[in-house]
């Protein structure tokens, strides 16, 4: 059955984190970006990412995803990769992705647990030749990272030849800002307070995401929500296939 756009974003509104018309969408650069990747508050935030991750559910909600919509044949590309966690994660406990062909993609290097029989493209995700091939596109906590403009020239190589893309992102809230502060009761360092703070403002809700990536409605459907911890799911296929 299709659901059509309206719906989808009736129920977005309805259910979850609350909507706040004046909280305008801001980037802030995040300082990890500005770490090498064994500086020790950059290996702080990935550990304080690691336990965000896990409290949100974001994994296991990306990981269902993939087993709903994915066929043997599609080739996965995730974009921000970052240290190969989810990538980690999914070629440990699905049979089914472990088969498909994956690429993380990162400014990063590859991992050194990096699955042996995955690919990796260290480059920018901006890069429109990165995303030849690629039937399936999902990323998690870093599309908020760009501008509008980005967002706009990113949603142009995605659907050149992807079919489906899954995102998993940040709520754009001022009930998530209020509840911030309570995350350094799990021991985070300044670079993941700061960083989650950036990443809220710069975050999504209600239909944005799909505006801002161009997607045609008559091309696409979607569904985008927002759950009472902070994440922004937002889901997109192309018409020729139902929901």
């Not at 004046?22 to 702080?44: K, Y």
């Not at 990935?46 to 994915?70: C, H, P, T």
């Not at 911030?180 to 700061?194: A, I």
């Not at 091309?219 to 997109?236: D, E, I, K, N």
Request: with cysteine.
């Amino acid at each position: 059955m299709t659901i059509d756009r309206t719906l989808a974003f009736t129920a977005e509104c309805s259910a979850h984190t609350p909507i706040m018309p004046n909280l305008q969408r801001t980037l802030t650069p995040e300082i990890l970006d500005s770490l090498p990747e064994g500086h020790p508050d950059a290996i702080h935030n990935r550990r304080d990412l690691r336990i965000f991750n896990a409290l949100m559910g974001n994994f296991a909600w990306l990981e269902r995803q993939l087993k709903k919509f994915s066929q043997k044949n599609d080739s996965i590309l995730e974009l921000g990769a970052g240290d190969g966690g989810f990538g980690r994660q999914l070629y440990r406990k699905s049979k089914s992705i472990k088969k498909c062909t994956f690429t993380g993609l990162d400014l990063w290097s590859r991992p050194k647990n990096w699955p042996k029989s995955w690919n990796w493209q260290q480059t920018d995700i901006r890069d429109e030749d990165s995303y030849k091939g690629h039937s399936i596109v999902i990323g998690n906590m870093i599309l908020h990272q760009f501008n509008d403009k980005d967002l706009a020239e990113i949603g142009t190589a995605v659907q050149k030849e992807a079919r489906l893309f899954v995102f998993n992102e940040t709520a754009r809230s001022r009930l998530s800002l209020f509840l911030l502060p309570l995350t350094r009761l799990l021991g985070t360092n300044y670079v993941s307070n700061h960083d989650a703070k950036v990443s809220i403002e710069s975050g999504f809700r209600g239909e944005e995401l799909a505006t801002l990536l161009g997607l045609d409605p008559n091309a696409w459907q979607w569904q985008a929500h927002s759950t009472s911890l902070g994440a922004y799911r937002f889901v997109a296929r192309r018409r020729t296939l139902a929901f």
